[in-house]
Structure formats: C-alpha cells, structure tokens
C-alpha cells in the first residue's frame, strides 16, 4: 500500500500599508468589506489620517474592529489651508493621548495637482509633521504629487535622525525612487502598477522587493480588472501578483517580503 503524503496548507498573507476604508464609500458593508479582506489573506490594514473632519470616524472603524486595523495620525496636504495651524494642533493631541495608539505620522506631504494656492504651508506643515514624528519615534507616510523632487529636497535637506517611512502610491521615476530609498523609506505600490501606461513597472522591476510595500488606497485606484470601480483590501492580492509577475518571482515571496518590510516598519 502506497503512503499518502499531504503537503501543509500555507496561507499566503499580505499587509495593506495604506486603506481608508473609514470613508463613507463603506458606510453601508464595512463589515462584509473588511471579511472579503480577512478572507483574501489580509488581515493587517493600516488606515492613514486625512484631517480633523475625519478623525473621529477612522477612531470609530479602529474600536470597531481593533485586531485588523491600525490607525495612523496627520494632517493630508490637500486639508492645508491658512489655518493650518489648528489642524497641526489637532494632530498634536491626537498624538499625546494615552489612550490611542498611532502607527505612523501620515498621510502627510505636498500635493500641488490641484491647487498651488498653499505651496508654502503645504512644505511648512510637512516640515512640521516630520519633527513630530521623529519627537514620537514614528515612521511617516508621504503623499506626494506634481511635488517629488521639492519632497525629496526637504528630506535630505533637514536629515532628521531615525527618519523612515513610506511613499504613498509611488509615481516618481527611477531617479526619484533611488533618491527615496537611499534616504532610508519604502516605496508603496497599489493598483497603478496594473495600469499599462503608468510607468510604475519600469520602476517595480528595478527596485529591491526589500523597498517594497503592497497598498490599495481603497476607496480609490482599484486594480485591473476593477477599474472604474471602488477598490478594496481584498483586491490586494492582485497588485501582488502583477509585482510578482514584473520581479519574476511569485506572489507568496512577494506577500512575505513586502509584509515582513511593513511590519517591521510599523512596529507590528
């Protein structure tokens, strides 16, 4: 009688640095969501700030669900206005309570897409949330459009000792991805690196999957084939696959190495 050996179910788990699942886009299966999540193998979803309008919701979604997601705390560069300063106090608080937990300073950073109105306070508000974090010993989540290189120019100009973190949805050349990385921060990439005229690939297969972190930014940039409508953390196995299939390697490796970078940056 021939024996029958069984190979170990390994279940493949990935971490989504970045998700607002918060946002009213989920208002209505939040819990279903985040079970779609679990059940894809993602059972670790950090949550990013955006400002004082949406503080006290993510706090709710993180009561509500403490064992999956992980809040972060910070002003969103979009939200900078001439008050920002009652903003950047908010955050400060936020940061002091003993009864919360942050994981990151984030998302934080400068966005000049749509508006260059606040250019100034946007670099001032940044610089600002950069100590905050080195003051509270935690990495920070960069936003960062039509803005890398002035981003970049404020990192390594101010040298903030222990300075680490992530670059939110990644869209800089290969230039401007060794720059980041050489300054000591991952490089996240979510459903963009699905699109064919992103760019994102080129820049996917020469980076270290060690520079590497998987998001999705749900609601938003849904991956193929879900493009055109909300996006999800369940979806992250997709972005995966399309980095393992770019790096030539397979999905678990690039579910182990990109969790193992995110957690040890997080402290998880």
Same mark, same amino acid.
């Given at each position: ?62 009561? #509500?669900?403490? /064992? ?5 705390? +910070?002003?969103?560069? @979009? ?5 920002? %300063? *009652? ?92 720059? #980041?990385?050489? /300054? ?5 990439? +979510?459903?963009?690196? @699905? ?5 994102? %690939? *080129? ?66």
């Amino acid at each position: 009688m021939t024996a029958a050996y069984f190979l170990p179910f390994i279940r493949i788990m990935y971490t989504d640095t970045h998700t607002h699942i918060y946002d009213e886009a989920f208002d209505a299966d939040r819990g279903e969501m985040i079970s779609r999540a679990l059940d894809a193998g993602i059972d670790r979803l950090f949550l990013p700030a955006i400002d004082s309008t949406s503080h006290e919701k993510m706090s709710e979604v993180v009561a #509500a669900f403490p /064992s999956v997601c992980f809040p972060m705390m +910070g002003l969103h560069p @979009t939200s900078v206005d001439e008050n920002f %300063q *009652q903003e950047l106090e908010v955050v400060s608080a936020y940061l002091e309570r003993p009864d919360m937990k942050f994981y990151a300073v984030g998302e934080i950073g400068v966005d000049l897409y749509w508006d260059k109105t606040h250019e100034t306070e946007q670099l001032e508000v940044f610089r600002v949330q950069l100590q905050m974090a080195s003051f509270h010993q935690l990495p920070v989540v960069i936003h960062t459009r039509n803005a890398m290189d002035k981003v970049l120019d404020v990192l390594e100009k101010e040298q903030i000792p222990g300075l680490r973190g992530i670059f939110h949805c990644f869209s800089g050349s290969l230039e401007q991805a060794r720059r #980041a990385t050489k /300054s000591g921060f991952l490089l996240g990439i +979510g459903g963009v690196v @699905t699109y064919k005229s992103s760019g994102l %690939q *080129q820049v996917v297969a020469v980076a270290g999957l060690e520079h590497l972190v998987l998001e999705t930014d749900a609601p938003w940039l849904p991956p193929v084939p879900h493009r055109g409508h909300r996006n999800e953390p369940a979806y992250l196995p997709l972005i995966a696959a399309a980095v393992a299939r770019i790096k030539g390697t397979t999905p678990e490796e690039v579910a182990r190495q990109t969790t193992s970078n995110a957690l040890t940056l997080f402290g998880v």
